[in-house]
């Protein structure tokens, strides 16, 4: 008897070893947290959007907003303390999970890969509706992390009242654009260009459109496309066609540069295009794809490994990455769709002429390099080429060590 007992015992902890392990969090249901970085919309979308959620949902699936009022580098250091913090606690801390967390396209792998995300199922969420490129960076080893969200691509403003007294049209080069900064800006005491060239993200992302557009990449900054691309920034520092000012500026500092009518043309993502419209320079700006390819940025929404109510995460995951959602952040903040039929819908396209500018510019948008150590590749490369373009005379030494540190940085050494 005693026999049969201890084998029914190790049985026991053999099946219990072996049968997959059920995370009774998958199917909970409960109050949420949703973390979202800094809202750039006009009246708040985001928050619009989650009050909509409440209203209709239960009293069970309440989602708690907390927006982030941080540009994405410290946004995404905030989320990977508190992640880390809770990994490493002690006792029960799911009361204290951001149970859902939108993600920067280029830092949803770090945390994938760090653990803190819940593995998702790409049938629940439709996931070939999604624009392949919007898709890949939710996806590490074939897994996907996240929803794509909100989509992003670099386009270019400029004033359209300026060019056309000017006779002139929108630049399709850099040249163009750098021959017109130059020369017409001036005329009109109107600085040439601004774009976000402040030791931050969107560094990284300005020169690398420089970059592409001059034949360059990032795994060769040492390379003459890498030179031609980050020199004419630099040029236009010292030429004065960028102003001095721009080297702190990120995306809200270049906008106000530009709607305030300071500038003539101006880098910036398409929610610049929303506030534009409902400011004084409605009418008198215009909106083209960038000389070259823009980047690819974007937004993610992901559930977190902690959370113990992830039934409700991932319904309300699938309402803010739904048609209608989509539709209302489009029309109402100007954030391009990741869902790629939204681009071809003949209505939309009808309520927003400016549909088809930015499926071009998506189309042609090219990734910063995918990589669980994204965070410190950007870095190395934004504290080298900011110190370029506040000394161009350091701009060959700086490029000539970049590629180098940038390999270094990927391996995660
Ligand atoms: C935008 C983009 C994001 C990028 C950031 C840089 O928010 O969507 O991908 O990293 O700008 O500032």
New binding site residues.
Partial sequence: MARGLACLSVLCLVVACTSPAVDPAHEGRGRITFVDSEDLSTDRQIKQLVDQWNESAGRIDQVNYVPMPT??DAYRAQLMARAQDLAGARGDVRSQCYDVVTL???STAEFAEAGYLAPLSPAEFGADRFMPAALESSTVDEELWAVPWRA?VGVLYYRSDVLAAEGRGWPSTWGELEEMAATIAPEHRLNGYVG?LGQ???LT?NALEAVWAHGGDADEFGGPGARAGVGMLARGIERGWIPRAALAYD?TASLTEFMEGRALFMRN?PYARSQLEASPLKGRFGMAALPGSGAL???NVAVSRCSAHQATARKFIAFLTGDDSQRVLLERAGYPPTLHALYREPDLNGRQPHLGVLRTAVENARNRPPSAHYDEVSRVIQRALHSALRNPASLDAELGRLDADVAKALSGR
Wanted: glycine share 18%; no cysteine.
């Fill in positions: 540009p994405t920067d396209a280029v992003d976000q931050y993200e969107g992302v995306e993502w940025g974007g937004w």
